[in-house]
C-alpha cells in the first residue's frame, strides 16, 4: 500500500511538467484553428527559454507568439506560411526542429558521422588488438638479472 502511495506521487510530480501554458482567453473557438495552432506552437521555440515550445513556455514573449500564430491562422495562412512568416521574423533559431538546408546539413549530418566514425574505430581497434600477439609466457631474465635477483633476496633473509 505504502509503494503504491508512492507511484502514485511520483506519476503526479512527473505529469505535473505537461500543463500547457495557452490560456483560455489566447484560444481559438474553431476547433480544428486551434488544433492546427497547437500543432504549431509545439514546434516553435521560445526565444526566452530557449528549451522549450512556446505551447509550453509561461514567457510574456511565447504568448506573444501562440497569439500571433493564432492571429496568421484566422487570416487565412497555411502552416508553412506562418512558419515562414516566424523564421523570417526571428530567423531559423524559432524553429525546435530547423529545416534541411545548406547551412544545417552539418547538424543534420553531424550524428550519423558521429555513430559511423565510432562504428570505424571499434573496427580498426578490434583488428589491432586481433593481430597483435600476446604472449602468454613472461621474458626470461638475463644472468645479471638473475644474480641481482638473488642478491636481493639473500639481503632480505638476513
Given at each position: 500500500?505504502?509503494?503504491?502511495?508512492?507511484?502514485a506521487?511520483v506519476?503526479?510530480?512527473?505529469?505535473?511538467?505537461l500543463?500547457?501554458?495557452?490560456?483560455?482567453?489566447?484560444m481559438?473557438?474553431?476547433?480544428?484553428?486551434?488544433l492546427?495552432?497547437?500543432?504549431?506552437?509545439k514546434?516553435l521555440?521560445?526565444?526566452?527559454?530557449?528549451?522549450?515550445?512556446i505551447?509550453?513556455?509561461d514567457?510574456?514573449?511565447?504568448?506573444?507568439l501562440?497569439?500571433?500564430?493564432?492571429e496568421?491562422?484566422q487570416?487565412g495562412d497555411?502552416d508553412?506560411?506562418?512558419?515562414?512568416?516566424l523564421?523570417a521574423r526571428?530567423?531559423?533559431f524559432?524553429l525546435l526542429?530547423?529545416?534541411?538546408?545548406?547551412?544545417?546539413?552539418l547538424?543534420w549530418a553531424?550524428?550519423?558521422?558521429?555513430?559511423i566514425?565510432?562504428?570505424?574505430?571499434?573496427v580498426?581497434?578490434?583488428r589491432?588488438?586481433?593481430?597483435?600477439t600476446i604472449?602468454?609466457?613472461?621474458?626470461?631474465l638475463?644472468a645479471a638479472e638473475?644474480?641481482?635477483?638473488?642478491?636481493?633476496?639473500?639481503?632480505?633473509?638476513?
Amino acid at each position: 500500500m505504502r509503494l503504491l502511495k508512492l507511484l502514485a506521487v511520483v506519476f503526479t510530480l512527473m505529469n505535473a511538467t505537461l500543463a500547457f501554458a495557452v490560456q483560455p482567453d489566447e484560444m481559438l473557438r474553431d476547433p480544428a484553428l486551434e488544433l492546427r495552432a497547437r500543432v504549431l506552437s509545439k514546434e516553435l521555440r521560445c526565444m526566452v527559454c530557449q528549451n522549450q515550445s512556446i505551447d509550453d513556455s509561461d514567457a510574456p514573449l511565447a504568448r506573444d507568439l501562440r497569439i500571433l500564430v493564432r492571429e496568421r491562422i484566422q487570416s487565412g495562412d497555411s502552416d508553412n506560411q506562418v512558419l515562414d512568416f516566424l523564421v523570417a521574423r526571428y530567423g531559423e533559431f524559432v524553429l525546435l526542429k530547423p529545416r534541411l538546408s545548406g547551412h544545417t546539413i552539418l547538424l543534420w549530418a553531424m550524428p550519423a558521422g558521429v555513430l559511423i566514425a565510432g562504428i570505424f574505430a571499434l573496427v580498426l581497434f578490434a583488428r589491432k588488438r586481433k593481430t597483435q600477439t600476446i604472449s602468454t609466457a613472461p621474458d626470461k631474465l638475463t644472468a645479471a638479472e638473475q644474480a641481482r635477483l638473488a642478491a636481493m633476496k639473500t639481503a632480505r633473509d638476513v
